[in-house]
């Protein structure tokens, strides 16, 4: 089945620092891969949306210029928190949708610490 | 906009006890709804789903029927196991929004004790 990896799987930082987060579908070709942060014992909230090849669509009141999103080809997407703070601390997880299918896989998430 | 209400945990049953975890959604298309498992530490791994009207998923014991009319797809299990334990969220997928995203439920979570 389809399965989505997610690199790495935690960090630790110093806050100030800018912290990147690959999420991959291993096999199959993503034309849209999804962003959601989890903070402790609350739900999935969707951050953006990117789709290979064009910017990412951001969801009201994530900051597009601390959260930047790249998703350069088919099976690759980065989260890129930049100047990460404590507050930025959370579970950081992926999903990606094969063209033309409703199901969306997820990732296995990133713990981000930011000390 | 597209939401989801699931009932607010936590729920805490006995082993072999019935469970059932009520989800509503609001949606103003045709969407695919799913039943998401999430164990301490881990992602969100797939339980079921149903994409019509009437639909009935099911897996590993657990159930849910997508009633169009009641707008609800609760998720129900006959007889739960200590290893049922997890969070569970109820999602909704909207084609009309073109990018079919995931709309989340907050999460219930489920205790299940010998």
């Known amino acids: 089945g389809a399965v989505v990896s997610q690199h790495p799987s935690w960090v630790i930082c110093k806050s100030g620092t800018s912290v990147k987060i690959e999420c991959r579908s291993l096999?199959?070709?993503?034309?849209?891969m999804f962003w959601y942060r989890q903070f402790p014992k609350q739900s999935l909230m969707l951050m953006a949306t990117s789709n290979e090849g064009s910017k990412a669509t951001y969801e009201q009141g994530v900051e597009k210029d601390k959260f930047l999103i790249n998703h350069a080809s088919l099976t690759l997407s980065t989260l890129t928190v930049t100047s990460a703070h404590p507050e930025d601390s959370s579970f950081y997880i992926c999903?990606?949708?094969?063209?033309?299918?409703?199901?969306?896989?997820f990732g296995p998430g990133t713990r981000l610490t930011v000390l | 906009g597209d939401s989801v209400t699931q009932m607010e945990g936590p729920v805490t049953l006995s082993e072999e006890a019935f469970l059932t975890i009520n989800c509503t959604y609001t949606a103003t298309g045709y969407p695919s709804l799913f039943w998401y498992v999430q164990y301490p530490g881990e992602g969100l791994q797939l339980l079921l789903k149903?994409?019509?009207?009437?639909d009935k998923g099911s897996n590993k014991g657990f159930e849910a029927t997508y009633r169009k009319e009641t707008t609800s797809f609760h998720l129900e299990k006959g007889s739960v196991q200590v290893s049922d334990s997890a969070v569970y969220f109820c999602?909704?997928?909207?084609?009309?929004?073109?990018?079919?995203?995931?709309?989340f439920g907050t999460g219930t979570r489920l205790k299940v004790l010998a």
């Open positions: 096999d199959f070709q993503a034309t849209t």
């Open positions: 999903s990606a949708r094969e063209g033309g299918g409703v199901l969306a896989t």
């Open positions: 149903a994409t019509k009207a009437d």
């Open positions: 999602a909704l997928s909207d084609r009309t929004s073109g990018t079919y995203k995931y709309i």
